[in-house]
C-alpha cells in the first residue's frame, strides 16, 4: 500500500516561514499529481497548491506569493514553502497524491495524516 509521510509542521509568529515535506513510500514509478491542501474545524478541506509531474502548479488565490510548492520526482516528494505566514493559514496541511503507478498497478487519491500548521498572531 502507499503510504504519505509529511513532516514539518509547527508554531510559528506572524510574518515567519516553515516547509513542509511529504515523502511517498517505495515501489512507485511515478505519481501525476501531487498536492497540498488544509482543514480548519467545522470546514471543508481546501486545495493549497498542487504540481503534476511535468512541475506546473496551481495555487489558491489566498496563498499565491507566499507559498511555492515543488517536487522531486526522483525521490517522490513534494514540498511546500510558506513564506510570510499569517494566523489564518492555521490549519492541519495534508498531503495528497493523485494517479500512483506502482508495482502493483495504479492508484488513485492517497492521503497523508496531516501536520499541523499553527500561526500565532
Known amino acids: 500500500q502507499v503510504q504519505l509521510v509529511e513532516s514539518g509542521g509547527g508554531l510559528v509568529q506572524a510574518g515567519g516561514s516553515l516547509r513542509l515535506s511529504c515523502a511517498a513510500s517505495?515501489?512507485?514509478?511515478?505519481?501525476?499529481?501531487m498536492g497540498w491542501y488544509r482543514q480548519v474545524p467545522g470546514k471543508a478541506r481546501e486545495l493549497v497548491a498542487d504540481i503534476t509531474s511535468a512541475g506546473s502548479t496551481n495555487y489558491a488565490d489566498s496563498v499565491k506569493g507566499r507559498f511555492t510548492i515543488s517536487r522531486d520526482n526522483a525521490k517522490n516528494t513534494v514540498y511546500l514553502q510558506m513564506n510570510s505566514l499569517k494566523p489564518e493559514d492555521t490549519a492541519v496541511y495534508y498531503c495528497?497524491?493523485?494517479?500512483?503507478?506502482?508495482?502493483w498497478g495504479t492508484g488513485y487519491n492517497y492521503w497523508g495524516q496531516g501536520t499541523q500548521v499553527t500561526v500565532s498572531s
Open positions: 495528497n497524491a493523485d494517479r500512483l503507478t506502482t508495482t
Open positions: 517505495t515501489h512507485i514509478f511515478s505519481i501525476n499529481v
